[in-house]
């Protein structure tokens, strides 16, 4: 008989440090991190997809650091005025206003103060409007988390499982990261959608349902690219 696995992790909502999968995927972000205080410079935009673990690795470093963090667009327009008097200030992809956003980096810069701007692609990609901003952004230094690689892949699905508190065999598993794409938001999107319709259906997860939900996945999405394209 094949031997069934489950997994306990704590919840990741805690962002505990010890929760943090490690992978090389991030381990640049990691390091430079692990680096504080000694950046060259202190201007930092950390980015990567969705779910790529960008709010895990923040709020992590808030704790040990002591830093400011803004993840909410309200929060920040209410206190906008008090952020210039801090020294260390983390914003979570935020939408912020280009002027505001402009005299906080310039405030920043010149006073050699820490600023840490997450997003989900480079800010120098994005599409601004005032000219000095865009100038402004080309000044941080790119951080990147990348796609994930085959050992985190596994992780994360173990992770999910456990969380739900699924039992779920190793070699399904396995065969899930050999299937699934590179992307932090479709690996999460996918797990959801089978460990929902395994509770909707009253179906163990196996390698047989996980089959049929794959086709049954990819016929929807076939529908869509069709119905897309006309």
């Excluded at 990741?12 to 680096?35: P, W």
């Excluded at 801090?86 to 956003?101: F, Q, R, T």
């Excluded at 990348?146 to 999910?160: A, G």
């Excluded at 999107?189 to 996980?210: A, E, R, W």
Aim: one cysteine or more; glycine letters at 0%.
């Amino acid at each position: 008989m094949t031997e069934q696995q489950i997994f306990n992790f704590k919840s990741s909502s805690a962002y505990l440090e010890d929760n943090f999968i490690k992978d090389i995927s991030n381990k640049e972000a990691l390091n430079f991190f692990y680096n504080f205080p000694k950046w060259d410079n202190k201007l930092i935009n950390l980015y990567g997809e969705k779910k790529s673990g960008k709010t895990f690795l923040l709020n992590i470093f808030k704790k040990k650091h002591n830093f400011l963090y803004l993840d909410n667009t309200i929060e920040f327009e209410k206190n906008f005025e008090n952020l210039f008097c801090e020294e260390k200030l983390i914003i979570d992809n935020i939408l912020i206003d280009e002027h505001k956003m402009f005299s906080l980096i310039n405030h920043f810069k010149l006073h050699n103060k820490y600023l840490i701007i997450s997003s989900r692609t480079p800010l120098t990609s994005h599409d601004i409007n005032l000219k000095d901003l865009s100038s402004r952004l080309k000044e941080f230094y790119l951080l990147e988390i990348k796609n994930p690689s085959d050992d985190l892949v596994y992780s994360l699905i173990i992770k999910y499982f456990s969380d739900n508190q699924v039992i779920i065999r190793k070699e399904l598993i396995e065969n899930i990261v050999k299937k699934i794409d590179r992307s932090y938001l479709r690996i999460n999107d996918f797990l959801y959608k089978l460990n929902n319709l395994s509770i909707i259906k009253k179906k163990k997860i196996d390698y047989k349902f996980f089959k049929k939900i794959l086709k049954f996945l990819i016929f929807i999405f076939s529908i869509y690219i069709f119905f897309f394209f006309l």
